[in-house]
């Protein structure tokens, strides 16, 4: 069992930063892979950034690539969402989710254990 934490959501301008944190509650988190997924309101949840359990292997969605970057520090058992160049269409919540020795999947049912979210809101 692993609970995940989000934080470092917030209001941010247009072109603006943010950096988002999941942290784990597991000592083998070391052995996850996680992916962050966005649902903003009335649109289906989507796929951002999937990390595999030692880094090795990074995936993104197109919308994001080139602008976030997913990292993790498993030595502080928390994966990190870099987000720049923030536009507002990048408005929504923000959640992390995890599965032991997962692929580091787009597909969501792919992961077992989810956070509640971090709420994301990019002014014009």
């Known amino acids: 069992q692993v609970q995940l934490v989000e934080s470092g959501g917030g209001l941010v301008q247009a072109g603006g930063s943010l950096r988002l944190s999941c942290a784990a509650s597991?000592?083998?988190?070391?052995?996850?892979?996680v992916g962050w997924f966005r649902q903003a309101p009335g649109k289906e949840r989507e796929f951002v950034a999937a990390?595999?359990?030692?880094?090795?292997?990074?995936t993104y969605a197109g919308s994001v690539k080139g602008r976030f970057t997913i990292s993790r520090d498993n030595a502080q058992n928390t994966v990190y969402l870099q987000m720049n160049s923030l536009k507002p269409e990048d408005t929504a919540v923000y959640s992390c989710?995890?599965?032991?020795?997962?692929?580091?999947?787009?597909?969501?049912?792919?992961?077992?254990?989810w956070g509640q979210g971090t709420q994301v809101t990019v002014s014009s």
């Open positions: 989710a995890a599965e032991d020795h997962g692929p580091g999947s787009s597909n969501p049912w792919q992961y077992g254990y």
């Open positions: 597991s000592r083998t988190f070391s052995s996850y892979a």
């Open positions: 990390i595999r359990w030692n880094g090795g292997y990074t």
